[in-house]
C-alpha cells in the first residue's frame, strides 16, 4: 500500500511540475497578449485618447509576469517536496483565482467605454482627415489599409467632392498617380471593422483566461494532497514506534 501510495504521489508530483509549466507558457500567451493589444492599439490612435484600453493591456501584462513567477514558484515545490513551499504556493494561488474573477469583471465594463473611445476618436479623426494634422491622417491612412477599411461609416464620411478623390488607403490596389474613388474603394466602414476586430481579441483573452483557470484549479488540488503527503510522512519520521 505504501509503495502505491508513493507511486501516485510520485506521478502527482510529476503532473503537478507538468501544468506549472503549462501554466507558465500560458502566463506568457497573456503576456504576449496584453503587449500585443498595447501595440496594435497604439498603432490606431493616440493612447491618450484611449484610456480604457491602457488598463485592459496592462492589467493583462501584469497578470501574465504574475502567472508566469507563481507557475516558477510552484515547479519549486514539486521539485522541492517542501510542505511549506506547497501551502505557500497553495495561498497564492487562491488569491491569483480571486485576481482572475476582479480582471474578468473589469475587463467586461472596461470593454464597452474602450470601444465607444476609439469609436469617438477614429470618427473624429476621419472628419478632421485633410485639415494640416499629418499625424493623424496618417494614423488614419495605417487604419483604413490594415482593417480595409474607409471612412467611419463609410466612404461617404469625406463628402461628396472628396468622393471622387479618397485617401489612397480607401482602396486596396492605386497605381502610382491614379485616384481612389467610390468604385474602387472599401465598402465597409472602420467602425465596423474596429469592433470586429475588438470582438476577435476578446474572444482570444476569454479562451487563455479561461485555460488558465483550469489549469491553477488542477494545480491546487494537486499542491493539496503533495502537501497532505508530507506531512503525513514527516509525522511518520518523527514519531517513535510504538513499543511495549
Do not use: W
Not at 121 to 144: C, F, L, M, P, W
Not at 169 to 176: A, E, G, I, N, T
Not at 222 to 243: F, G, H, Q
Request: some cysteine; overall charge negative.
Amino acid at each position: 500500500m505504501g509503495c502505491l501510495t508513493d507511486f501516485i504521489a510520485g506521478a502527482i508530483r510529476v503532473i503537478l511540475f507538468g501544468l506549472n509549466f503549462a501554466t507558465l507558457m500560458t502566463g506568457a500567451i497573456l503576456l504576449g497578449c496584453g503587449v500585443y493589444i498595447k501595440i496594435a492599439m497604439n498603432q490606431f490612435t493616440d493612447m491618450e485618447d484611449v484610456k480604457g484600453l491602457d488598463v485592459v493591456a496592462y492589467f493583462l501584462i501584469a497578470f501574465g509576469m504574475v502567472v508566469i513567477v507563481l507557475s516558477l514558484f510552484g515547479c519549486l515545490g514539486a521539485c522541492l517536496q517542501n510542505h511549506v513551499l506547497l501551502s505557500v504556493y497553495f495561498c497564492l494561488m487562491l488569491l491569483l483565482l480571486l485576481g482572475e474573477i476582479a480582471i474578468g469583471v473589469l475587463y467586461a465594463v472596461e470593454k464597452h467605454i474602450i470601444v465607444t473611445e476609439i469609436d469617438q476618436t477614429v470618427e473624429r479623426t476621419v472628419k478632421n482627415y485633410g485639415k494640416g494634422d499629418t499625424t493623424s491622417d496618417a494614423t488614419i491612412d495605417h487604419i483604413q489599409g490594415l482593417l480595409e477599411c474607409c471612412g467611419y461609416n463609410g466612404p461617404t464620411d469625406y463628402g461628396i467632392i472628396t468622393q471622387i478623390d479618397l485617401p489612397k488607403s480607401c482602396c486596396s490596389d492605386v497605381v502610382p498617380g491614379g485616384a481612389c474613388n467610390t468604385l474602387t474603394a472599401y465598402k465597409t466602414g472602420c467602425k465596423a471593422q474596429i469592433e470586429h476586430f475588438i470582438a476577435s481579441q476578446t474572444t482570444i483573452v476569454i479562451i487563455t483566461v479561461c485555460a488558465v483557470v483550469v489549469l491553477e484549479i488542477v494545480t491546487m488540488l494537486a499542491a493539496c494532497y503533495l502537501r497532505r503527503k508530507e506531512l503525513k510522512d514527516i509525522y511518520l519520521v518523527n514519531t517513535p514506534p510504538y513499543s511495549m
